[in-house]
């Protein structure tokens, strides 16, 4: 069994799942359980694997139920981390994390809160039951078995009348996804927001590969970006939209330009255009980390 710590956001909460699954195929384990006490415990974010066709094959575990060697596992990982890692700078606890992997790996633990390094199978084989918290924001390692998080990824509920609507429109035009992301990203210490002007060089830019662009515009601050004084065709989405019915809409244009933000990756990711252009920030963090996410055909742009 892997048992995998489900937090963050929607995007988050997909690569989380989607590295598990890619362990659970590498290393011959059938279940998958989810264990979302972290994020029923958050007033930010909600749990949105559920609405995914994954959630047929996977278990999903909350405060109580969660096995108790799971439990064990997860003690432990907190208390090296108490010890070892937590309260240091950001550069000493992701060496001593990193030193760490191999003891983890001796109790069955992937333990990636502190680094974005390529996941260790260091003593995962010795355990059939493994325990996983981190962000496994890995592009690399998920695009290995793409064809696979396509299917798990597909909405358990059928897309209503007006959703299909847009969808259409999106498919008969050079639609293209402009992922603004605002929100908690303002004055955040790690993040930060894209500027406005990358987006407008990214319209420009888009334009210039791309014959009557549309931009359909998807934020978590709609009110605001509608002040944004675009040059170009823009239709807005729909605020009444859940995550997963913008997720789906975004992922339907044929290009995209994107934020700083796991919910604009797996948009691009989950496009079957095999002509998509995807144009993104140079950079990911303020400290420049996250290079992981990056796909070798991005078009980079200054932030």
């Not at 606890?93 to 992997?101: N, Y």
């Not at 981190?134 to 078995?145: D, L, N, T």
């Not at 970006?225 to 009444?240: L, N, Q």
């Amino acid at each position: 069994m892997i048992v995998v710590k489900i937090k963050g956001g929607l995007g988050n909460q997909m690569f989380e799942y989607a590295m598990a699954r890619k362990l659970s195929l590498d290393l011959g384990i059938d279940q998958i359980m989810l264990d979302i006490t972290r994020v029923d415990q958050d007033d930010l974010r909600e749990f949105g694997l559920d609405q995914f066709r994954l959630i047929e094959d996977v278990q999903v575990m909350s405060d109580g139920t969660v096995s108790g060697m799971a439990r064990l596992q997860e003690d432990i990982a907190r208390r090296l981390i108490l010890y070892f890692v937590a309260g240091r700078s950001a550069e000493v606890a992701e060496i001593r994390e990193k030193k760490l992997e191999k003891i983890f790996g001796l109790f069955g633990i992937i333990q990636r809160d502190y680094h974005d390094k390529t996941v260790s199978r260091f003593g995962l084989k010795l355990h059939k039951n493994i325990y996983m918290n981190g962000w496994f924001q890995e592009a690399g390692e998920i695009s290995k078995i793409k064809s696979i998080l396509l299917n798990d990824f597909k909405q358990i509920h059928k897309p209503d009348n007006e959703i299909l609507r847009t969808e259409r429109d999106i498919r008969e035009t050079e639609s293209v996804c402009m992922h603004i992301r605002r929100g908690d990203y303002v004055n955040h210490p790690q993040f930060g927001i894209c500027t406005e002007e990358y987006f407008y060089h990214a319209m420009e830019e888009m334009a210039k590969r791309v014959r009557n662009p549309i931009f359909y515009i998807f934020s978590d601050s709609l009110t605001e970006v509608k002040k944004m004084d675009f040059h170009y065709p823009v239709f807005f989405d729909d605020e009444r939209h859940t995550n997963v019915e913008s997720l789906y809409l975004m992922s339907k244009c044929r290009h995209f330009i994107i934020s700083n933000s796991t919910y604009s990756w797996w948009a691009q990711f989950l496009s079957e255009n095999n002509d998509k252009i995807v144009i993104a920030p140079n950079k990911w963090c303020r400290d420049g980390s996250g290079r992981e996410l990056y796909m070798d055909d991005w078009v980079l742009l200054d932030v």
